[in-house]
């Protein structure tokens, strides 16, 4: 059994390999929606959580929560409730995407004994909007795994070029690095994040990040990242290029804190 303060997965392997080995080991896992296996699909990053434990003489039970940035901004949650109730006290697991469900699973575990202790990591009401932003930041933060690289040669050089001419910060590429990708054959675009942040007035503004890679002539490869947004007085489209993924991060989370 796993020990109850540890989520029950590896720290290194990649999201898709979790997501594989979560559905395949869970008894229920054909009772989940078609449409959230689906959306799992597109998951870029994963977090897991011990939420709750109890151990008593004869029953281990454990819940975690697992969450998914996907690849559309958007954040998913799946419960896994482990206990040992299979044959020989063999470890079981079960999912559910509600968390009233997995209590509810949970409760109909025999409890047997009442000598043991339990561990709750929540109060029992819904999880807060700002814990969720928190855990969505903290799965930004680390890096997205490295997908493989689809160079199209497709007047790469004029699109960089273009990328260039509509990006409106102070801070944007130079001339050099102007000249530089004029030497671009090939190109592959890949986006990074997309998410709705509220802003002042009870308005909300879209932030897009992308990455355009260009794979130059003398073999040595350039990306762009293109932050999209309209966090701007007026709502209006407005764009911003940087030449590092950091200093465009920045710039978001810099926009998005304008109220």
Same mark, same amino acid.
């Given at each position: 059994?796993?020990?109850?303060?540890?989520?029950?997965?590896?720290?290194?392997?990649?999201?898709?390999?979790?997501?594989?080995?979560?559905?395949?080991?869970?008894?229920? %896992?054909?009772?989940?929606? =078609?449409? /959230?296996?689906?959306?799992? &699909?597109?998951? *870029?990053?994963?977090? #897991? +959580? !011990?939420?709750?434990?109890?151990?008593?003489?004869?029953?281990?039970?454990?819940?975690?929560?697992?969450?998914?940035?996907?690849?559309?901004?958007?954040?998913?949650?799946?419960?896994?409730?482990?206990?040992?109730?299979?044959?020989?006290?063999?470890?079981?697991?079960?999912?559910?995407?509600?968390?009233?469900?997995?209590?509810?699973?949970?409760?109909?575990?025999?409890?047997?004994?009442?000598?043991?202790? %339990?561990?709750?990591?929540? =109060?029992? /009401?819904?999880?807060?909007? &700002?814990?969720? *932003?928190?855990?969505? #930041? +903290? !799965?930004?933060?680390?890096?997205?795994?490295?997908?493989?690289?689809?160079?199209?040669?497709?007047?790469?050089?004029?699109?960089?070029?273009?990328?260039?001419?509509?990006?409106?910060?102070?801070?944007?590429?130079?001339?050099?690095?102007?000249?530089?990708?004029?030497?671009?054959?090939?190109?592959?675009?890949?986006?990074?994040?997309?998410?709705?942040?509220?802003?002042?007035?009870?308005?909300?503004?879209?932030?897009?990040?992308?990455?355009?890679?260009?794979?130059?002539?003398?073999?040595?490869?350039?990306?762009?990242?293109?932050?999209?947004?309209?966090?701007?007085?007026?709502?209006?489209?407005?764009?911003?290029?940087?030449?590092?993924?950091?200093?465009?991060?920045?710039?978001?989370?810099?926009?998005?804190?304008?109220?």
């Amino acid at each position: 059994m796993n020990d109850p303060q540890d989520p029950p997965h590896d720290p290194y392997e990649t999201t898709e390999t979790q997501v594989e080995r979560l559905l395949g080991r869970a008894l229920n %896992s054909f009772d989940l929606p =078609d449409s /959230t296996v689906e959306r799992l &699909e597109s998951a *870029l990053a994963h977090s #897991s +959580a !011990l939420h709750s434990s109890h151990h008593s003489a004869s029953l281990h039970r454990s819940t975690y929560r697992h969450t998914y940035l996907l690849s559309d901004g958007t954040a998913l949650s799946l419960w896994e409730l482990v206990h040992n109730t299979g044959r020989d006290g063999a470890e079981q697991h079960e999912l559910y995407v509600e968390e009233a469900e997995a209590r509810l699973a949970a409760s109909r575990l025999p409890a047997g004994p009442s000598l043991g202790w %339990s561990v709750e990591r929540s =109060d029992g /009401t819904p999880g807060d909007e &700002e814990d969720d *932003l928190e855990a969505l #930041s +903290a !799965l930004l933060a680390r890096p997205i795994p490295t997908q493989p690289r689809m160079y199209v040669p497709d007047n790469s050089a004029d699109h960089a070029r273009r990328v260039l001419r509509r990006a409106e910060n102070p801070d944007r590429p130079g001339e050099a690095a102007a000249r530089r990708l004029r030497l671009a054959f090939a190109h592959h675009i890949t986006q990074a994040f997309g998410r709705q942040c509220p802003m002042e007035g009870g308005r909300d503004a879209g932030f897009t990040l992308y990455e355009h890679q260009f794979l130059l002539l003398d073999g040595s490869e350039v990306s762009l990242w293109e932050v999209e947004h309209t966090a701007t007085p007026d709502g209006r489209h407005m764009c911003e290029v940087y030449e590092d993924e950091r200093a465009a991060r920045e710039a978001m989370e810099s926009r998005s804190r304008v109220r």
